[in-house]
C-alpha cells in the first residue's frame, strides 16, 4: 500500500457534478476494501469542518442578528475567516494523514496559517460578543469552531501530551491577554474549557481515523513480510531436501570414482563394476531429483482447499466450502484441480471486492455438475467438478481478458479432457468452473470423504 493511497482523485472528464460524483463511487467499488477505508477516512476529515461549520458558526450567528435587528459589521468577516480556514484544512490534513501514516514531512506552513487564522477568528468574536447582546451559550459554540482545524492538524504532528501541555498553555495566555484588556469574566473565563474540548474532540475525530490508517498499513506490511518469510522458508526447505538426496549420493560417487579410477590404474577388472555402480548411482539420483522437484511442482487438491479457505477470510472474506467425494478422484487430476483453487483464489484477492466466496466440489457417476448456485449442465459420464463463485465482480469484468493463468488452466485441464468456464453471473456474481470427466473405474473408490472443515461431505462448512 503506498503513498498514493492518500491522494486525491481528479475529477471527471465531461465536467457537472453528476458525473463526477458517479465516476468517484464507480473507483470507489473498484477498490479494495483497505483502499476503500483509506477513501472513506480522508472525505470523513475532509467534510467534517465544512458541516461543523454550518452548524457553529453560521446558525448562532443568525440569532445574533435577529435580536440586534441588523447585520454586526464583525458577523460577515468571521463567516469568511470560517471558510478560509476549511479551505486551508483540507490540504493541510492530508498532508497530516501521510505525516502521520508514512512519515512524509508535516505541514507546518499550513499549520501556521490555520493557527493565524485561529487567532484573529477567535479575536473578532470576542470583539462581537462584547459589542452585542450575545448569550454566554452563543459566544462558546461560535467560539469553538475557530480552534477545531488547527487541532486537528496539530494531533497529526504532534503527541497527544504536547498537544494537552499547549492547549493549556494557549488557554492561558488567552485569558490573561482578555483579562488584561478588561472583557468581561463571563467571557474569557470560559475559554480553557472550549480550549479542551476543541482538542479532545479533534483528537477523537483526526486523531482516531489517522491511528487506523496507520494500523491498517502496518498489517498491510506484516502480511507482505509473512509472504516472503513463508516464500524463504520453502527454499530452505528445498534446498535441504536437495543437499539430503544430490549430497548423499555426490560423497559416495566420488568415493567410487576415486576408487575406480585407483584401480584403473592398476589394471584391477574391478574398476568397471566401481564405474558401474557410480552409474547406477548417478540415474538414481537424476531419480530422485526429478522426484522432489515434483513434489514441490504437483499441487495438493485438499491443502490449496484449506489454503484458500484461509486466505480469504484473512482477506475479510466469508468462505463457505461444500466438498464430497473427492477420494475417488485420481490423484493427477485433484493435482490440476488445485491448481484451479491456486490461481481462483489469486484471481478473487486481486481482480474482485467481494464479501463472501464458495468453493463447491462435487463428485458424481452420473456427470450432474451439482444442484442449486452451481447447477448446470455437463457432459454425459462421470465427473469431479469444481465451482468457485464470489459476490465481488467489478463493472469491467465481463470486458476484461483472460489472463494467463486462466489460459495456462485450460491448457491443463484440456489434458485430461476437462473444461473452464469463466465469466460474470446476474446479481454481482463471478463465476470459475472446472469440469473435469472420469472413467468408471475410477470411481470404485467414490464416495463421500471428510471435507477440509471436519465435517462430513456435502455438508458446508462456514469459515
Known amino acids: 500500500m503506498g ?11 465531461d465536467g457537472g457534478a453528476g458525473p463526477v460524483i458517479h465516476g468517484q463511487l464507480r473507483k470507489l467499488r473498484g477498490r479494495g476494501r483497505v483502499a476503500q ?14 458541516l461543523l461549520f454550518l452548524a457553529w458558526v453560521p446558525a448562532p450567528l443568525s440569532g445574533v442578528v435577529a435580536q440586534a435587528h441588523q447585520v454586526p459589521a464583525l458577523s460577515l468577516p468571521i463567516v469568511v475567516l470560517g471558510l478560509v480556514q476549511c479551505g486551508v484544512y483540507v490540504p493541510g490534513v492530508r498532508r497530516g494523514l501521510s505525516h502521520y501514516v508514512y512519515g512524509t514531512p508535516a505541514p507546518w506552513r499550513l499549520i501556521a496559517v490555520s493557527g493565524a487564522l485561529t487567532a484573529v477568528s477567535m479575536t473578532l468574536v470576542v470583539v462581537l460578543a462584547v459589542s452585542l447582546p450575545m448569550e454566554l451559550n452563543t459566544y462558546y459554540t461560535v467560539m469553538m469552531f475557530p480552534g477545531l482545524p488547527t487541532a486537528s492538524l496539530l494531533c497529526l504532528v504532534i503527541s497527544k501530551r504536547r498537544q494537552a501541555l499547549l492547549s ?22 470560559g475559554l480553557p474549557p472550549v480550549f479542551l474540548f476543541t482538542a479532545a474532540f479533534a483528537a477523537l475525530i483526526c486523531r482516531s481515523w489517522a491511528w487506523i490508517l496507520a494500523a491498517m498499513r502496518e498489517l498491510d506490511e506484516a502480511k507482505g513480510d509473512q509472504a516472503r518469510l513463508a516464500v524463504a522458508e520453502e527454499r530452505l526447505r528445498f534446498a535441504r531436501d536437495m543437499h539430503d538426496v544430490v549430497g548423499r549420493n555426490l560423497s559416495v560417487i566420488a568415493l567410487k570414482s576415486e576408487l575406480g579410477v585407483r584401480l584403473a590404474r592398476k589394471g584391477r577388472p574391478e574398476a568397471a563394476d566401481q564405474m558401474a555402480e557410480v ?12 522426484d522432489v522437484v515434483r513434489a514441490y511442482r504437483e499441487a495438493d487438491l485438499q491443502v490449496e ?6 486466505v480469504l477470510q484473512a482477506a475479510g472474506v466469508e468462505c463457505l466450502m461444500d466438498q464430497e467425494g473427492s477420494a475417488g478422484v485420481p490423484q493427477q487430476v485433484q493435482s490440476v484441480l488445485a491448481w484451479v483453487v491456486r490461481e481462483g483464489t489469486t484471481n478473487v484477492l486481486r481482480h474482485a471486492n467481494a464479501a463472501s466466496c464458495w468453493l463447491t466440489l ?3 457417476p452420473d456427470g450432474a455438475a451439482g444442484s442449486g448456485r452451481t447447477a448446470t449442465a455437463a457432459r454425459s459420464g462421470p465427473a469431479v467438478v469444481f465451482t468457485m463463485e464470489n ?25 485430461f479432457g476437462g473444461a473452464l468456464t469463466v465469466g460474470p453471473r446476474p446479481g454481482g456474481r463471478f463465476w470459475l468452473r472446472a469440469h473435469v470427466p472420469l472413467e468408471k473405474d475410477e470411481l470404485l473408490g467414490y464416495g463421500p470423504t471428510a471435507s477440509v472443515d471436519g465435517q462430513p461431505g456435502g455438508m458446508p462448512g462456514i469459515g
Open 391 to 415: 459476490d465481488g465482480v467489478l463493472e469491467d469484468a465481463a470486458q476484461r481478458g483472460d489472463g494467463s493463468g486462466i489460459a495456462g488452466l485450460r491448457e491443463r485441464l484440456a489434458a
Open 305 to 310: 482447499l484449506a489454503g484458500a479457505r484461509a
Open 279 to 290: 552409474q547406477q548411482l548417478a540415474q538414481d539420483s537424476q531419480r530422485e531429483v526429478r
Open 362 to 364: 462435487r463428485v458424481t
Open 168 to 189: 493549556v498553555v494557549v488557554s492561558a495566555v488567552a485569558v490573561g491577554v482578555l483579562a488584561l484588556v478588561g472583557v468581561p469574566l463571563d467571557f474569557a473565563g
Open 37 to 50: 477505508v483509506y477513501l472513506w477516512a480522508r472525505w470523513t476529515l475532509y467534510v467534517s469542518p465544512w
Open 3 to 13: 503513498a498514493t493511497a492518500l491522494t486525491m482523485y481528479g475529477d471527471g472528464d
